[in-house]
């Protein structure tokens, strides 16, 4: 059904377009006037009066329909004294019939009625649907071509019209935003109706199973989230051990070593490696990585357990790699060459100029680096999933099992679980958590990049 | 060859395959201040840069012919570009002072170069150049403010302090003025003429009343060829060629 609307909204579109350039030429021809705009402009003009209306029915269509013909059948349908119906099983029992998804036979004849009511109820819809988008788009074009005069600026208005347009486009990422912010923070509130935020903040326990039925002997759960963020924390830190000097130095050999041949081959490469699925270095240090590590901790007489904290982090590292030597390589890059001239023009020699005069200078941009590449990994997940297991160990043995915030978040959201239960909210108030401490990562690096740009413009 | 300083011979320059310079020969005297003219693009910058070796930077940039420094051969694979470039200072035309200290900036050449042993010799050393680029009276009060706190004029002079801060015997200067308004320009052309009793000075200017009024010596390059060479007054009383006449008069460039 919405299939064949956009074919007509398209057929009505274009006709329209086609209709307003031959009116305004035929219009500014009779009046022996040439038109203040382009003919273009005032199709345009007649393009938008029928699209952005018929857009508007398309869409409140196909959000209410479903929701009001619902209504309409729930409350005609004819209750059974006595019996005790439980609304959505109700519904999609209707429906199925209604869609011939289930046969009709055996159902009870109040629900065979409905879902006649229903049917029949989504054919007006249909009908009256496709009228209104054809009435509406008519309408909308009879208006524009009133306005067809060669004295009407038809460019303004256009301008006018592409600039709603546009702030309707980001206002659609600043209220998404505004949107799961807030759904965070309502959920994480039934969460913490049912947990005290101090056990959530404080307490180094996470157990996170409760009895789901009256009577089931489970243990009291318990919501401590800081063996989960001490984990996150450990594998942020490898991480880190490795990408920092691994990425900066990569920065510094391509901005102040590389020939421009070997900078054009080597940025591109480095640059694919933040494109490989992160599933696939999940798997990668699952299989690789994790055995190794495994093998080096008991030659080192540490025991090490299979996943391993040390293993994500080193996976992780290599991952985030490109963030860092990429950002810092055009930070790099863009320290004045002067400050390079007048530092050889001394006598020092290369090595010396970096250390002392670029470095120093890309100091700002290399932090703001570092803070992104640190905002990735707290929010990785799929590595640690697969390489660092899901046991929430409260330790600093990056040999050990460990788990972070996200894979958390993983485990409390998958399986068949009710969203009244405080283990699947819990995953709402770690996810707040998360998104507190990346924004304000992100702000921080923001503001120091910011800086340092001022400095050199 | 008594007091020669500089001595050029067939100095050919390329941009890749563009040739910027075609056989410059120039002989630049001791303790004197060579100004070195021409329009844009005539290639005076680039003979200047060849000097200090600084088109090494350039991947492109190829240089070939001869240029002796103190008898010794510089365009060679063999020269030691450090201890070059350490006695050869140069002032570039937009001031460069690094984003450190004022005192930092002067003590960077004698600290990379472990001139000094103490910290009181440091900082003598750091006075003293201050003292002669005529701007420690004005910055005694304020060495650990970032240097580039200070305008363009006293930038400059910073400049000049950092680069005799390493004591050179040479200093190229590439158009120091071009970005100074009129009275730090008077300052720094004053420096320079007082510069000249202890360095050997090639300065890169574009303005020919500043060539007459700072140098001994000018040389008049165009379309990447040294035109004439001679006593400053007489290139810009009674030259020679004809094309320097059309320069200096103003008649194109």
């Known amino acids: 059904m919405f299939f064949w609307s956009l074919v007509l909204i398209a057929v009505g579109i274009f006709s329209s377009f086609i209709y307003g350039r031959s009116r305004i030429k035929l219009n500014s021809k009779k009046q022996g006037t040439k038109s203040k705009s382009l003919p273009n402009y005032y199709a345009q003009y007649v393009l938008m009066w029928c699209l952005f209306p018929a857009l508007i029915v398309y869409f409140s269509w196909a959000i209410f329909q479903e929701q009001i013909i619902q209504n309409i059948v729930i409350s005609n349908f004819e209750y059974i004294e006595g019996a005790v119906y439980n609304e959505g099983l109700l519904l999609a029992e209707i429906r199925n019939v209604a869609n011939n998804l289930s046969f009709a036979d055996g159902k009870s004849i109040e629900i ?32 524009a071509s009133q306005k067809l005069k060669p004295e009407f600026h038809a460019q303004h208005t256009i301008e006018k019209y592409i600039q709603y347009i546009l702030i309707f486009c980001s206002s659609v990422a600043i209220f998404t935003t505004i949107g799961i912010v807030f759904s965070l923070i309502f959920e994480s509130l039934r969460f913490f109706a049912e947990v005290s935020i101090f056990e959530f903040l404080f307490s180094t326990e996470w157990y996170p199973f409760i009895p789901i039925r009256e009577g089931q002997t489970a243990a009291e759960g318990s919501f401590g989230a800081v063996p989960i963020f001490a984990g996150t924390f450990l594998v942020m830190v490898v991480a880190m051990c490795v990408a920092a000097p691994l990425g900066l130095l990569t920065a510094i050999y391509l901005a102040e070593y590389a020939s421009q041949r070997v900078r054009k081959i080597v940025k591109p490469l480095l640059e694919i490696l933040a494109g490989i ?8 240090a699952f299989v690789s990585v994790a055995p190794f590590v495994k093998a080096f901790g008991q030659s080192i007489g540490i025991d090490a357990s299979p996943t391993s904290a040390l293993a994500a982090g080193m996976v992780m590292g290599v991952m985030i790699i490109p963030f860092i030597s990429s950002l810092s390589d055009d930070v790099i890059n863009s320290v ?61 043995n ?27 909210l819990s995953a709402f108030a770690l996810g707040l958590v998360l998104f507190v401490i990346t924004l304000f990562l992100n702000i921080i690096a923001l503001q120091i990049v910011k800086r340092y740009r001022e400095r050199y413009e | ?48 840069r060849c000097i200090n070796r600084m088109n090494d930077l350039i991947e492109i940039c190829k240089v070939s012919g001869s240029i002796k420094v103190d008898n010794e051969e510089i365009i060679s694979e063999k020269t030691d570009v450090v201890s070059l470039r350490s006695k050869i200072g140069m002032v570039f035309q937009k001031p460069n002072p690094f984003p450190k200290s004022i005192f930092d900036n002067v003590a960077y050449g004698p600290t990379i170069h472990g001139l000094v042993d103490s910290k009181n010799e440091l900082e003598e050393i750091v006075h003293s150049s201050l003292k002669k ?15 580039t ?10 400049c000049i302090a950092r680069a005799i801060a390493v004591n050179p015997e040479i200093i190229l200067m590439d158009e120091p003025c071009s970005a100074l308004d009129p009275i730090a320009t008077a300052i720094i052309e ?64």
Not at chain 1, 277 to 284: K, L
Not at chain 1, 362 to 374: D, K, M, R, S, T
Not at chain 1, 402 to 419: K, N, P, R, S
Not at chain 2, 149 to 158: D, T, W, Y
């Open chain 2, 133 to 147: 680029a005529g701007l420690f009276d004005e910055v005694k009060d304020r060495l650990n403010e970032p240097g």
């Open chain 1, 112 to 143: 065979i009625n409905a879902a006649a009511h229903y049917s029949s109820l989504r054919q007006i819809s249909q009908i009256s649907f496709y009228t209104s988008i054809i009435i509406i788009m008519l309408l909308g074009a009879l208006y």
């Open chain 1, 336 to 396: 004045p060459q002067s400050l390079r001239e007048a530092s050889l023009g001394i006598g020092a020699n290369k090595a010396e100029t970096i250390k002392k005069v670029i470095l120093p200078a890309a100091l700002p941009g290399i932090v703001g680096a570092f803070l992104l590449a640190i905002s990735r990994a707290i929010g990785e997940t799929m590595i640690v999933v697969v390489a660092a297991g899901t046991a929430p160990n409260l330790t600093g």
């Open chain 2, 190 to 253: 004053e420096l320079i003429d007082e510069l000249r009793l202890n360095y050997t000075i090639i300065i890169v200017t574009h303005s020919m009343q500043q060539a007459a009024r700072v140098s001994q010596k000018t040389c008049f390059f165009h379309l990447g060829e040294l035109i004439e060479t001679g006593e400053t007054n007489k290139i810009f009383t009674n030259p020679d060629n004809t094309k320097t006449q059309d320069y200096i008069t103003g008649r194109f460039g």
């Open chain 2, 1 to 48: 060859m008594s007091n020669s300083k500089i001595l050029a011979n067939g100095v050919d320059v390329y941009y890749g395959s563009k040739q910027a310079l075609f056989g410059i020969s120039m002989d630049i005297k001791e303790k004197e201040v060579t100004a070195l003219i021409g329009p844009s693009g005539c290639g005076k910058s680039t003979f200047l």
């Open chain 2, 149 to 158: 706190s200070l305008s363009g004029g006293q930038q400059q002079r910073l």
């Open chain 1, 398 to 424: 990056p040999f050990e099992n460990v788990t972070t915030v996200t894979v958390q978040i993983v485990v409390a959201l998958i399986g068949d679980q009710e969203f009244d239960n405080p283990r699947t």
């Open chain 1, 277 to 284: 699925p992160t599933i696939v270095y999940g798997f990668f």
